[in-house]
C-alpha cells in the first residue's frame, strides 16, 4: 500500500478525537443526541485546526444509524461510504476551483431532491469565502428556504470576506488555534503508537513552529521523521522547522543584555548563514523573551518547560530588568511587522539587534532627537520660505501697499484643484438633523479608533459638520488631505461600515469638504431656498470665516509678525 502522511492517517473520525475544540464538539454532540439540527453551519478559524474533519463527522453522525450519544460508529456501511467520500448523499465542494454561479445553481437544483440512500443530504463546502458575489446571492435564495433534510456545511479560515446575509442564516462556530500542550499530547500518542522514538525537547519545537494547526504539526512531524535516524531528536525539530536552540537563543541575547553589538550582530550572521528563516527567527526571540518575563514574574507556568530553561537562560532572567525585557519584545515585534513587506529581512535584523543592544532610555532619547531635529529643519524651512515672500513683496510694491498685496495673495490661495461635491453636500443638508449630527459626534472617537492608523492620521484633522439619515458631511482641515480621502474608496466604505457597526439602523454615504468651504456652503444652501422644514443646519460661530478679511488678519502679514514681531509695521494708503 502506498504511503500515507500522518495528518490523514490520523485525520479524526469521531468528535472525541477532534483536538483542543471541546465545547465545539460537544455542543454539535448534543445537538444531533437532541435532534436539533440546523439547516446550516458555519465553520470559522485558523487552517489546521479541524472544521473539515468536523463537518464530515457531523454528516456521518446524522446519518449513522447506530449512533451513540452523538457520535458515529464508524463501522456500519454508511460512516464508511461517507469517510472514503463515496456517498453520494454527502458532497464535499472545493469553492476556490468552484466558485461561479453556475456551480451554486446545479447545487440549488440537485438540493431539491430528497437523499436516496441517507437521512440527511449534505453540502460541505469548504473555502466558501472564495465564493463570487452573484454564488453567494444564489446560495443565499436557498438558505432562506431550506428544504426538508438537506444540511449546508460552510467552512472558511477569512469569515470577513461572507456576507453578513449568510453568516445570519447560519449556526457559526469559531474554531480556535489549538494549545502547543494539546499538540504535544496528541503527537506524543501518534509517534507512540507508530512505535517512532522522539525526544520531549523536539515536540514542543514542532508544536510552536505549528502555529495552532493540528495538521500543520503532523506534517512537521513527518518532516521530522524522514530526516531521523530512527529517532525524532531536538536537532532533527530545529532543522527541519528553522527554529533557534535555547542555547542559540541564549548566547544573541546575552550578548544584547552585556551590550556587546558586535559579538550580537556576529551570532545573528551566523544564524543566517546556517539557514535559519527570518521570520521564524524573529518569532522564536520574541517567545525567549516572553519566557524571560514569565520566568522572573510566575516561574511556577514554565515548568513544562523546565528541560529546555538553561542555566544561562536562568541567568539572564535574574540579572534583566524588566524594562528591557519590555524594551526587546517591543523592538522585535515592529521588526517583525516591518520584515513582513521587504525583501531585505537581513537589514532590518540587524537594525534590531543593535537596538536590543541598546538601553531602552538612550533608544527613547535617540528617537526624541530625531523627531526634534526633523521638526527644527521643518520649521527652518518654513521660516525662509516665509522670509523670501516678504523680501519679494517689499521689492515688488511700494512702501506702505502691504495691505494692497493681499489680495493677489488670497486670490493665489484659493486656486485648488479639488472640486467641491456641492450637489452632494445639499442634498445631505436638505434632510440633515441635530440628532443624527449628535450621534455621529458621540461616536467620533471610537470611529477614529476603529480605523487603521493611517486612516485614523487622515480623519484625525476633520470634523463631522451635518448629518442625516444617508450622509454625514465631514470637512478636512487640509486640502490635501480631502482630496486623498475622496479618492480613497477603501476609506470611504471603512467609514460607512463603522458608523453603520457603531450606530443602529444608520449606513451613512460620507461627502468630504475642506473646513474653509463649509460656511460658504451652508450659507449658499440656506438662501437658495432648498432648506425645508425637517431640515436642521446646527449654527455655529463662523461669521468670523465668512466675513470679509481685514488686512490686519491677512494670514500672510499674521505670520510676519509671528516671525519678526516688534520689528513688523504695516502701512495703510
Not at 291 to 318: G, R
Not at 351 to 367: G, H, I, M, R, Y
Not at 465 to 476: D, L, M, P, R, T
Amino acid at each position: 500500500m502506498a504511503y500515507q502522511a500522518l495528518y490523514r492517517v490520523w485525520r479524526s473520525q469521531r468528535f472525541d478525537d477532534v483536538v483542543g475544540q471541546k465545547a465545539i464538539t460537544q455542543t454539535l454532540k448534543n445537538a444531533i443526541d437532541q435532534n436539533q439540527i440546523s439547516h446550516a453551519y458555519l465553520f470559522t478559524g485558523p487552517r489546521g485546526t479541524g472544521k473539515t474533519s468536523a463537518a464530515k463527522i457531523f454528516a456521518k453522525a446524522i446519518n449513522c444509524p447506530n449512533q451513540v450519544n452523538g457520535e458515529p460508529c464508524n463501522e456500519c456501511d454508511m460512516c464508511r461510504s461517507i469517510t472514503a467520500g463515496t456517498q453520494e448523499d454527502v458532497i464535499e465542494i472545493d469553492a476556490a476551483s468552484n466558485n461561479g454561479v453556475e456551480e451554486i445553481r446545479f447545487i440549488r437544483d440537485r438540493a431539491n431532491y430528497a437523499p436516496t440512500q441517507a437521512e440527511y443530504k449534505v453540502y460541505i463546502i469548504d473555502e466558501v469565502h472564495m465564493l463570487s458575489t452573484g454564488a453567494f446571492n444564489a446560495l443565499l435564495k436557498t438558505l432562506e428556504e431550506p428544504r426538508k433534510n438537506v444540511v449546508f456545511i460552510l467552512a472558511t479560515t477569512e469569515p470577513h470576506k461572507i456576507p453578513a446575509t449568510i453568516i445570519s442564516r447560519t449556526q457559526r462556530f469559531d474554531f480556535k488555534r489549538i494549545n502547543t500542550q494539546d499538540i504535544v499530547g496528541h503527537l506524543e500518542t501518534v509517534l507512540t503508537t507508530s512505535e517512532i522514538n522522539y525526544e520531549a525537547e523536539a515536540l514542543q519545537i514542532i508544536a510552536r513552529a505549528a502555529e495552532g494547526g493540528m495538521r500543520d504539526a503532523l506534517s512537521i512531524t513527518d518532516q521530522a521523521i524522514a530526516f531521523s535516524d530512527g529517532t525524532v531528536t531536538t536537532q532533527d525539530a530545529l532543522e527541519v522547522t528553522g527554529s533557534l536552540s535555547y542555547e542559540m537563543m541564549d548566547r544573541l541575547m546575552q550578548a544584547c543584555g552585556e551590550k556587546e553589538v558586535a559579538d550580537a550582530l556576529a551570532t545573528l550572521r551566523e544564524l543566517l548563514a546556517s539557514g535559519k528563516e527570518a521570520r521564524r527567527l524573529l518569532e522564536n526571540l520574541l517567545v525567549y523573551c516572553r519566557d524571560l518575563l514569565m520566568y522572573q514574574q510566575a516561574p511556577q507556568l514554565l515548568s513544562e518547560k523546565s528541560l529546555q530553561l538553561t542555566e544561562a537562560f536562568q541567568t539572564l532572567a535574574k540579572i534583566t530588568p524588566p524594562a528591557k525585557i519590555y524594551h526587546w519584545i517591543t523592538v522585535l515585534n515592529d521588526t517583525q511587522n516591518e520584515v513582513r513587506f521587504t525583501n531585505n529581512p537581513t537589514i532590518y535584523l540587524e537594525v534590531a539587534v543593535v537596538k536590543l543592544a541598546n538601553d531602552p532610555e538612550s533608544a527613547a532619547v535617540a528617537s526624541n532627537s530625531a523627531d526634534n531635529s526633523q521638526e527644527v529643519a521643518q520649521l527652518r524651512q518654513a521660516l525662509q520660505k516665509l522670509q523670501a515672500e516678504v523680501q519679494r513683496l517689499q521689492e515688488n510694491r511700494p512702501t506702505g501697499a502691504v495691505a494692497e498685496t493681499t489680495a493677489p495673495v488670497k486670490k493665489t490661495k484659493a486656486t485648488t484643484t479639488f472640486r467641491l461635491p456641492k450637489e452632494r453636500v445639499f442634498q445631505v443638508l436638505k434632510s440633515a438633523t441635530k440628532k443624527d449630527l449628535a450621534n455621529v459626534r458621540n461616536v467620533w472617537d471610537d470611529l477614529l479608533m476603529s480605523l487603521s492608523v493611517t486612516q485614523r492620521a487622515m480623519l484625525h484633522s476633520s470634523e463631522a459638520k451635518a448629518a442625516s439619515e444617508s450622509g454625514v458631511v465631514i470637512a478636512f482641515d487640509y486640502e490635501i488631505l480631502c482630496q486623498r480621502a475622496s479618492n480613497d474608496q477603501e476609506f470611504q466604505l471603512m467609514i460607512h461600515n463603522q458608523l453603520s457597526r457603531m450606530i443602529k439602523d444608520y449606513a451613512p454615504q460620507a461627502v468630504f469638504i475642506t473646513k474653509e468651504s463649509w460656511p460658504t456652503l451652508r450659507q449658499e444652501f440656506l438662501a437658495g431656498g432648498q432648506a425645508t422644514e425637517e431640515s436642521e443646519i446646527e449654527v455655529e460661530q463662523e461669521e468670523t470665516e465668512a466675513a470679509p478679511v481685514e488686512p490686519e488678519n491677512d494670514d500672510l502679514v499674521t505670520k510676519a509678525q509671528e516671525l519678526f514681531g516688534e520689528l513688523t509695521s504695516i502701512e495703510e494708503n
